[in-house]
């Protein structure tokens, strides 16, 4: 069976051309997000700059010694984006694989009813696709590996010396990842094939007598079962993008397009004409013939229409998601520091404190502490500060207990991370200091969270100094003296900024920041989104050859055809945007409300340029990808090939 296999993949060289390209594709990110991954694990850094440390144990879970880092040289923030990286380009593989070879299947409705007319069983039927789908995935995902073992190099040299990982990281032994990867292809094929060969099995022999292969009207009630399960994930998920989701609530909206996008391809052929009847009305009233036949086109094989619109929907609503979350994110930051700073000046390092015209100085001292939990310990970002000053400079409004209490051994702890760790006022937090002292921190107040102003941990100044003496103040906030205009002080002090210009800064920062996490995340993702609709509709548009040549025997001009073409692709790309635009949507309004909860006058920045672009972007290459096959096609055929 499997010699049978790698005979029609030959044979149906240029329709599975799409689906090794596709995988060779998926695999090369997959391998490139393993390596990399491998060589952050296997990045060491000095053995000075960490700290040994036993955790409390507890529940059945028993006290071990851990090392943890004691300066920001480490790599887990590059290896959080590649996990991420890996979960996008694995998701969006799958899905695009799914699509190809459903589109494969869908195209070979004559042959396969063939087959099955001369005695094939249907179970003959799927080992035949299953076996294609291995002699495809096989040379595609070694292709990708190699592939993805020459880029390495080139990516570690890249991503070494940056905010993600600032230090120099050299590749480590690929053998493993590259397996994985290698192992993921394969089964993300086998997987993204299964749907498609379980269909090939149903196709009856009658249809190999039918002249036009057009499809079944109806999908099968499995398809529509997991359909509207995945759906109701989905908006389960919708419903937990709330206020009181804490920081939970941006992974959320960054999956839940993910589940959406499912549930939307499995009831695509139900979808898609519904809503290709409502785009194609001005359409048909614009361009009267060729407009009619494309919409013919697009409702009389909604699984065709769907494979073509699937991985155009994909990209659209996970990247239009994300660029909106994270855009209403970073306007959430700009009205939470906005919110939380009082003092009219900031100054950048350590202001005067006996400058004239200046009433208080709050220079509080940035310090990292190892908390010590049950079973795991972690470095956390903590300020020593004087809570008589800092309270008139910036928000610590208690929740509960009291500031005037923060001396010796005490803490005051945020209230997300009260909520997170349970702790409560009166509650013993075991730390330890950079310089190795273990000390335990009585919880005096817990106080409002201020993200880009407070720390998580707000401890006594002098405890500060005590345990960090080399700690130098990176920031300090400055009350002018009643009469002194804070913009003549601003003049007087070094590094000093009116509040609103450092504000301003802080959320260009976030911005800048976001920029940079939706390149990594979002480039491999979307470059390879480009190829997978290129390849869809050229494998669409090459297997229409006969269509087109029986158009031109009955008189249609190829200047007609080509509109025709224009205007269906561009009916399945609106189609696919439609739904990308209520994914995003619906995800942005969510995560604007979630994170804005308790915030004034935030302001509404939608980065229109890259929404809009990442529309046009599909639909020049839905267009683009059909139409240049499709003059091909009509430049070398003839009206008088109807009879071949």
Request: aromatic share 4%; with cysteine.
């Amino acid at each position: 069976m499997f010699f049978l296999s790698r005979q029609t993949v030959g044979r149906h060289r240029s329709l599975y051309a799409g689906s090794f390209v596709a995988l060779a594709v998926g695999v090369f990110l997959l391998g490139l997000a393993a390596t990399a991954t491998a060589a952050t694990v296997a990045y060491h850094g000095p053995t000075s700059a960490s700290i040994g440390v036993t955790t409390l144990g507890g529940d059945g879970t028993p006290p071990e010694t851990v090392k943890v880092p004691l300066s920001d040289a480490d790599v887990s923030g590059l290896q959080t984006v590649l996990s991420m990286v890996g979960t996008i380009s694995g998701f969006i593989t799958m899905f695009v694989i799914a699509s190809t070879f459903a589109f494969a299947v869908a195209s070979r409705r004559r042959e396969l009813g063939l087959l099955r007319l001369i005695g094939a069983t249907p179970r003959q039927i799927r080992r035949m696709v299953l076996g294609e789908a291995v002699a495809v995935a096989l040379a595609a995902s070694l292709t990708g590996a190699f592939a993805a073992h020459l880029a390495t190099p080139l990516l570690l040299r890249k991503a070494s010396y940056t905010e993600l990982a600032p230090v120099k990281l050299e590749p480590a032994s690929p053998w493993v990842p590259l397996a994985i990867a290698v192992a993921a292809g394969l089964l993300v094929a086998m997987l993204g094939a299964r749907s498609a060969a379980r269909r090939a099995g149903k196709v009856a022999p009658i249809d190999a007598l039918r002249e036009a292969s057009l499809e079944p009207p109806r999908i099968g009630p499995v398809r529509v079962v997991f359909g509207l399960l995945f759906l109701a994930g989905a908006i389960t998920m919708l419903t937990l993008i709330r206020p009181s989701s804490g920081e939970g609530a941006v992974p959320l909206a960054m999956f839940t397009p993910m589940v959406m996008v499912i549930a939307l391809t499995l009831l695509a052929p139900l979808v898609v004409p519904l809503i290709g009847r409502v785009w194609a009305v001005p359409l048909v009233a614009w361009t009267q013939v060729s407009g009619r036949l494309a919409r013919s086109n697009v409702l009389a094989a909604p699984r065709r229409s769907a494979s073509l619109a699937a991985p155009i929907l994909a990209i659209s609503a996970i990247a239009g998601s994300m660029v909106l979350s994270l855009s209403f994110v970073a306007d959430s930051a700009a009205a939470t520091v906005r919110d939380a700073v009082r003092a009219p000046i900031v100054v950048t390092g350590a202001a005067p404190v006996d400058s004239a015209g200046t009433k208080a100085v709050d220079a509080g001292l940035p310090v990292q502490v190892v908390r010590i939990a049950a079973d795991y310990a972690q470095l956390e970002d903590a300020e020593g500060i004087d809570p008589a000053i800092a309270s008139q400079t910036r928000d610590l409004t208690v929740r509960s207990g009291s500031l005037t209490g923060l001396t010796g051994n005490t803490v005051a702890v945020s209230k997300e991370m009260a909520g997170f760790e349970s702790y409560h006022v009166g509650d013993e937090i075991p730390v330890v200091f950079p310089d190795r002292t273990p000390v335990k921190l009585r919880v005096v107040a817990i106080v409002k969270d201020a993200f880009g102003v407070n720390p998580s941990f707000l401890i006594p100044l002098d405890l500060a100094r005590q345990h960090a003496p080399e700690a130098q103040v990176e920031r300090s906030f400055v009350l002018p003296a009643d009469g002194v205009s804070p913009a003549d002080l601003v003049q007087r002090i070094p590094g000093a900024q009116l509040a609103t210009d450092w504000e301003a800064d802080q959320a260009k920062g976030v911005r800048e920041g976001n920029r940079i996490g939706l390149v990594m995340l979002l480039g491999p993702a979307a470059l390879y989104s480009a190829i997978a609709i290129a390849n869809t509709l050229l494998m669409g548009s090459l297997q229409r050859r006969h269509e087109f040549v029986t158009s031109r025997l009955l008189g249609a001009t190829p200047a007609q055809l080509r509109r025709m073409v224009l205007w269906e692709s561009s009916l399945v790309g609106t189609i696919a945007l439609s739904l990308g635009t209520v994914i995003t949507v619906t995800v942005g309004v969510l995560i604007r409300h979630a994170m804005n909860a308790g915030l004034a006058d935030v302001p509404t920045t939608v980065p229109w340029g890259i929404l809009l672009g990442i529309g046009a972007l599909c639909l020049i290459l839905a267009v683009g990808s059909a139409l240049a096959p499709t003059t091909y096609l009509l430049r070398r055929s003839q009206p008088s090939a109807a009879v071949d």
